[in-house]
């Protein structure tokens, strides 16, 4: 770790470090690469070129323009035939947990699961596969995607898997369903309260059902069994090649669980070569940790590959598991309004705390309450335009502080598959009006304010072309509805990609050193089959990705 004035000093020893332009003739070796054939999205504007080379020499863009130029300034290079390609900026993922993608990867997936018998049968066929009595956890159940939508039982999982204690995230994470024996080991019964900012969800006679809602899913969790560090390790590196393999040059990890650890993991990656794409990593808003932290300072690797600057605040829960905090009960439930995850007055001193030591502060807010709360104490605690402080998600707004957040200069950092997974059921949970300030992207933009995309996996799926598609056009995969949901609040492609290149940058403060095509900035690229700018816009999705390039080198390379 370092503290900040040697985290200036290693960002000014980098951009000394730059590359000039190679003089013709110059000498080349292995460490230079020459990117050549395709159509690349260069420049500031991310205008797509036909014909366009690029020469990258020690992980930094050294030359972009005409072949015959590049030839002369690389003689000798690696070439990269790029020939009926879309070399693009490399995509990032503004918001995502990759440890938590690692450990779905490594478990039950329940993502997609149209019924709770469906669900249910995953778990019993996984509980075939380990050893009886040991701990079975997953996650990607959603209630909202069933005929009948309502949350499953312990019941259900007692009949099913009576040898395991289970506990099974919600698709979102904001919600876990445990069996009785998971409950029984945790002492969980009819006399255990609510805990602040959490619901436990009970039967008729006042029993915990099993499901259990925000800070209450932490009376399960804090007795399931943790991986071994060689676990977590292998789970990490599994994610991390699943990004680059999805076209991901990086990603924004929005939280995970021991972060001591998961950070040394990450840097143990990178001495050993086998961290292929960046992350910019947001600490948890533990008071311990933060202590620690803002005594030494945000953390710069020399090359980017791990950034840890930004601190991470929970206003409140999930839409989907109605622990959005609202500022009127919900339409679909009136005797609810959400939940409070964290305090106001708390979110307004962690957030004095950490922009004071120089930590940007990222505030989990989905429901108008919610975003009201997180502005509201970015207000009292000073922030600036300069300090990029973000609200994650913002996914229901009121209208009036969609502007005060493009005029306090706060980056909304969404994630578009959210609004094409919602869709069926969100206006129903908020009603005709609150929709307006949902999901809106366009009004965002059009304010004046800044977004930065991603898809929050493992709650969507992790491909980021899966996001620009849904941005676009707001429809499913199968093109429903006919012309787009609230298609008002489509983007354009051009503002889609800047959504996962240049604006997850300058949500990193890496908007000088990535996001654009240009000389001098780092080498990351994500090149594509195809003219993707012409390609329809119904197949976005199925965009295919042919190489990744992190700092120059491959990442990933397609069959």
């Given at each position: 770790?370092?503290?900040?004035?040697?985290?200036?000093?290693?960002?000014?020893?980098?951009?000394?470090?730059?590359?000039?332009?190679?003089?013709?003739?110059?000498?080349?070796?292995?460490?230079?690469?020459?990117?050549?054939?395709?159509?690349?999205?260069?420049?500031?504007?991310?205008?797509?070129?036909?014909?366009?080379?690029?020469?990258?020499?020690?992980?930094?863009?050294?030359?972009?323009?005409?072949?015959?130029?590049?030839?002369?300034?690389?003689?000798?290079?690696?070439?990269?035939?790029?020939?009926?390609?879309?070399?693009?900026?490399?995509?990032?993922?503004?918001?995502?947990?990759?440890?938590?993608?690692?450990?779905?990867?490594?478990?039950?997936?329940?993502?997609?699961?149209?019924?709770?018998?469906?669900?249910?049968?995953?778990?019993?066929?996984?509980?075939?596969?380990?050893?009886?009595?040991?701990?079975?956890?997953?996650?990607?159940?959603?209630?909202?995607?069933?005929?009948?939508?309502?949350?499953?039982?312990?019941?259900?999982?007692?009949?099913?898997?009576?040898?395991?204690?289970?506990?099974?995230?919600?698709?979102?994470?904001?919600?876990?369903?445990?069996?009785?024996?998971?409950?029984?080991?945790?002492?969980?019964?009819?006399?255990?309260?609510?805990?602040?900012?959490?619901?436990?969800?009970?039967?008729?006679?006042?029993?915990?059902?099993?499901?259990?809602?925000?800070?209450?899913?932490?009376?399960?969790?804090?007795?399931?069994?943790?991986?071994?560090?060689?676990?977590?390790?292998?789970?990490?590196?599994?994610?991390?090649?699943?990004?680059?393999?999805?076209?991901?040059?990086?990603?924004?990890?929005?939280?995970?669980?021991?972060?001591?650890?998961?950070?040394?993991?990450?840097?143990?990656?990178?001495?050993?070569?086998?961290?292929?794409?960046?992350?910019?990593?947001?600490?948890?808003?533990?008071?311990?940790?933060?202590?620690?932290?803002?005594?030494?300072?945000?953390?710069?690797?020399?090359?980017?590959?791990?950034?840890?600057?930004?601190?991470?605040?929970?206003?409140?829960?999930?839409?989907?598991?109605?622990?959005?905090?609202?500022?009127?009960?919900?339409?679909?439930?009136?005797?609810?309004?959400?939940?409070?995850?964290?305090?106001?007055?708390?979110?307004?001193?962690?957030?004095?705390?950490?922009?004071?030591?120089?930590?940007?502060?990222?505030?989990?807010?989905?429901?108008?309450?919610?975003?009201?709360?997180?502005?509201?104490?970015?207000?009292?605690?000073?922030?600036?335009?300069?300090d990029r402080f973000r609200i994650e998600h913002f996914q229901v707004a009121a209208l009036d502080d969609i502007d005060r957040l493009a005029k306090m200069g706060v980056i909304a950092a969404m994630q578009p598959t959210?609004?094409?997974?919602?869709?069926?059921?969100?206006?129903?949970?908020?009603?005709?009006?609150?929709?307006?300030?949902?999901?809106?992207?366009?009004?965002?933009?059009?304010?004046?304010?800044?977004?930065?995309?991603?898809?929050?996996?493992?709650?969507?799926?992790?491909?980021?072309?899966?996001?620009?598609?849904?941005?676009?056009?707001?429809?499913?995969?199968?093109?429903?509805?006919?012309?787009?949901?609230?298609?008002?609040?489509?983007?354009?492609?051009?503002?889609?990609?800047?959504?996962?290149?240049?604006?997850?940058?300058?949500?990193?403060?890496?908007?000088?050193?990535?996001?654009?095509?240009?000389?001098?900035?780092?080498?990351?690229?994500?090149?594509?089959?195809?003219?993707?700018?012409?390609?329809?816009?119904?197949?976005?999705?199925?965009?295919?990705?042919?190489?990744?390039?992190?700092?120059?080198?491959?990442?990933?390379?397609?069959?």
């Amino acid at each position: 770790m370092m503290n900040r004035f040697a985290l200036a000093l290693s960002i000014l020893l980098i951009a000394a470090c730059t590359n000039p332009p190679a003089q013709p003739g110059a000498a080349t070796t292995s460490d230079t690469l020459l990117i050549h054939g395709g159509i690349a999205w260069i420049g500031p504007d991310q205008r797509p070129s036909p014909g366009s080379a690029i020469v990258v020499r020690k992980g930094r863009i050294d030359f972009v323009g005409p072949l015959a130029e590049a030839e002369r300034r690389a003689p000798g290079a690696r070439r990269l035939d790029a020939a009926g390609m879309t070399v693009l900026p490399g995509l990032v993922d503004s918001h995502a947990h990759v440890d938590g993608l690692g450990t779905v990867l490594d478990t039950v997936d329940l993502t997609g699961t149209k019924s709770v018998d469906e669900v249910i049968a995953r778990i019993a066929e996984y509980a075939k596969t380990v050893p009886a009595g040991s701990w079975i956890t997953g996650r990607g159940w959603d209630q909202n995607d069933w005929p009948v939508r309502e949350y499953p039982t312990a019941a259900l999982l007692d009949a099913a898997v009576p040898d395991h204690p289970v506990c099974v995230s919600r698709v979102d994470g904001h919600a876990s369903l445990a069996n009785s024996a998971a409950m029984k080991l945790a002492g969980i019964d009819a006399t255990t309260k609510d805990p602040e900012g959490g619901r436990i969800l009970r039967d008729a006679s006042g029993a915990p059902s099993g499901v259990f809602i925000d800070n209450a899913e932490g009376l399960v969790e804090r007795v399931i069994s943790e991986p071994s560090r060689e676990v977590r390790k292998a789970r990490l590196r599994k994610a991390l090649e699943n990004l680059a393999s999805h076209g991901l040059t990086g990603a924004h990890e929005a939280g995970s669980r021991g972060p001591d650890e998961l950070i040394a993991l990450y840097r143990e990656l990178i001495d050993e070569g086998a961290m292929p794409t960046r992350v910019y990593y947001m600490l948890p808003a533990d008071d311990a940790l933060l202590d620690t932290w803002i005594a030494s300072g945000p953390l710069v690797d020399f090359g980017y590959k791990l950034t840890v600057r930004s601190v991470k605040i929970y206003a409140d829960g999930a839409l989907g598991s109605r622990g959005a905090a609202m500022l009127e009960p919900y339409s679909d439930e009136p005797s609810r309004k959400g939940l409070l995850v964290t305090q106001p007055e708390q979110v307004e001193t962690i957030a004095k705390r950490a922009a004071d030591a120089g930590f940007q502060v990222a505030t989990h807010a989905i429901g108008d309450r919610g975003v009201r709360i997180a502005l509201d104490a970015y207000a009292k605690a000073g922030a600036k335009a300069e300090d990029r402080f973000r609200i994650e998600h913002f996914q229901v707004a009121a209208l009036d502080d969609i502007d005060r957040l493009a005029k306090m200069g706060v980056i909304a950092a969404m994630q578009p598959t959210h609004a094409t997974s919602d869709m069926p059921w969100a206006e129903e949970r908020v009603g005709p009006e609150r929709i307006k300030g949902a999901y809106a992207w366009r009004k965002v933009l059009d304010a004046g304010g800044r977004l930065a995309l991603g898809s929050d996996f493992p709650v969507e799926h992790v491909n980021p072309f899966y996001g620009i598609h849904s941005a676009v056009t707001r429809q499913d995969h199968d093109g429903h509805p006919p012309g787009g949901w609230t298609p008002s609040e489509k983007l354009s492609l051009a503002e889609a990609v800047r959504g996962f290149t240049l604006d997850p940058a300058f949500a990193a403060f890496e908007d000088e050193t990535r996001g654009t095509i240009e000389a001098g900035k780092w080498a990351d690229f994500t090149i594509v089959d195809g003219d993707f700018a012409n390609a329809p816009a119904s197949e976005i999705w199925k965009t295919k990705v042919r190489y990744t390039i992190v700092n120059g080198e491959i990442a990933y390379k397609g069959k």
